[in-house]
């Protein structure tokens, strides 16, 4: 009998087990749903009594560095504006823009012909003037001294005879119409004798003859000079080594002084030219290293120092100009190539750093953080020193192992959170 008991009993748990679970699977969705109800209750009340999950940064102690970061572009201390010193017709450009071209390359050739002819006529002028100079020393000034010799010999001669004839007039031997022509025929030979001196010494060096004559070689020279140099314009050529960034001349194009037909910038340092914001003026200084990077290569970094400091402030923009030299350029680097560059401004070891995005009113002088007190958000003041790209010293108001809410996070001043560290 006991144990026909124990066996209806065994019957009975197995009957109720059953229909419990028959039961459980015809109810099986109130069941979980009413499960996830009760699991989401719990999990709204622990985040209403605890506050939601954020993640928090926190205050550590590190090497912080204070960087000004400005964008700019590449560009050679100066640029050289070639153009044509004529009027003319261009007949051939012999280079492309990008060229790297040598002193005295020739560059643009207009057309010369009528240059050349110039030059042609300035050089007879110059042969007909050094012929002038050349007759009057080899022929005029000779035959000048021999009609003198002749002309001194014919004074001597007549005024032998004058003084013969005057003596015989003296004794009585000769009639005073005699002496009158030997007078007449020495006032005749002393004028011709002052004609042949003035022949020679004109046709002399020094003489207005030769002077005409070599004032006349001179400007002759001078014109061909002229003539060689305008034939010399009609070949533009490079006045430098360089690189040329710029052309706007063709083939057929008539050309004028102050017209600038190619730029060219020259070889040597490059500079880079940035605009930093005035409010960082105070941080700089000539001589600061730098780190520059082309936007078209940003993984490749080179050193610049700075150069220059504008002593003016653009007022449209709040800027000041600033350039730094970059004594060793990269193969890469082109004119007007756009840079982004880091100039360190100082640094710090054993620093208390804190990342930008906790803090909050950086600029105003009145920063503060989310900090976080008996489970709430709490605001605190905090003093702010160096500024690097993405952390800030903090000096003031926070300790190593603080934690702040990042001003993303959205959190509210007395909410309740649970903070997390990232």
């Known amino acids: ?17 059953s229909a419990l679970w028959s039961g459980f699977l015809s109810h099986k969705w109130f069941i979980l749903a009413v499960t996830a109800l009760l699991g989401l209750g719990a999990w709204q009340g622990a985040r209403v009594l605890l506050g939601p999950a954020i993640v928090v940064d926190q205050v550590k102690l590190g090497r912080l560095v204070e960087t000004v970061v400005a964008s700019g572009h590449v560009e050679t201390p100066y640029r050289v504006e070639i153009g044509s010193q004529i009027t003319g ?47 009057l ?82 400007q002759a020279r001078a014109n061909l000079d002229t003539a060689e140099s305008r034939l010399g ?41 940035l605009q930093i914001d005035e409010r960082n003026l105070g941080k700089i200084s000539l001589g600061q290293k730098a780190l520059a990077s082309a936007d078209a290569y940003p993984d490749r ?39 982004s560059v880091d100039v360190e401004v100082a640094a710090r070891d054993n620093a208390l750093i804190l990342p930008l995005r906790s803090v909050h009113d950086v600029l105003s002088g009145n920063a503060w953080v989310l900090g976080i007190k008996d489970g709430r958000a709490s605001q605190r003041p905090v003093k702010i020193g160096l500024h690097g790209n993405s952390q800030v010293e903090i000096i003031d108001g926070l300790a190593a192992g603080d934690v702040a809410i990042p001003q993303s996070s959205g959190v509210l001043t007395g909410q309740r959170v649970r903070p997390v560290l990232q």
Request: charged share 20%.
């Open 1 to 17: 009998m006991a144990e026909q008991a124990i066996v209806l009993t065994q019957h009975r748990r197995w009957f109720s087990v």
């Open 89 to 135: 017709t261009v007949e051939d450009v012999l280079v492309q823009q990008g060229e790297k071209v040598t002193k005295g390359q020739p560059l643009i050739a207009l057309e010369s012909r009528e240059l050349r002819a110039t030059m042609v006529q300035a050089q007879g002028a110059v042969a007909q003037a050094e012929a002038r100079i050349k007759q």
């Open 137 to 218: 020393e080899e022929l005029t000034l000779p035959s000048a001294k021999e009609a003198l010799t002749q002309a001194q010999a014919t004074l001597l001669n007549a005024q032998q005879t004058y003084d013969r004839t005057a003596q015989l007039e003296h004794n009585g031997y000769a009639t005073r119409a005699a002496l009158d022509d030997a007078q007449k025929t020495l006032d005749v030979a002393r004028a011709a004798t002052r004609s042949a001196q003035f022949q020679v010494y004109t046709a002399s060096p020094g003489g207005s003859d030769y002077v005409m004559a070599q004032t006349q070689a001179n």
């Open 233 to 273: 314009y009609a070949t533009i050529v490079a006045p430098r080594d360089g690189v040329l960034i710029s052309r706007s001349v063709e083939r057929g194009t008539v050309v004028q002084p102050g017209k600038t037909l190619l730029v060219l910038a020259p070889t040597g340092d490059v500079q880079l030219v």
């Open 301 to 339: 970094r080179f050193p610049a120092t700075i150069t220059y400091i504008n002593p003016g402030i653009d007022i449209s923009r709040a800027s000041v100009e600033v350039k730094l030299t970059v004594a060793d350029p990269p193969d890469y680097l082109r004119q007007d190539m756009t840079v």
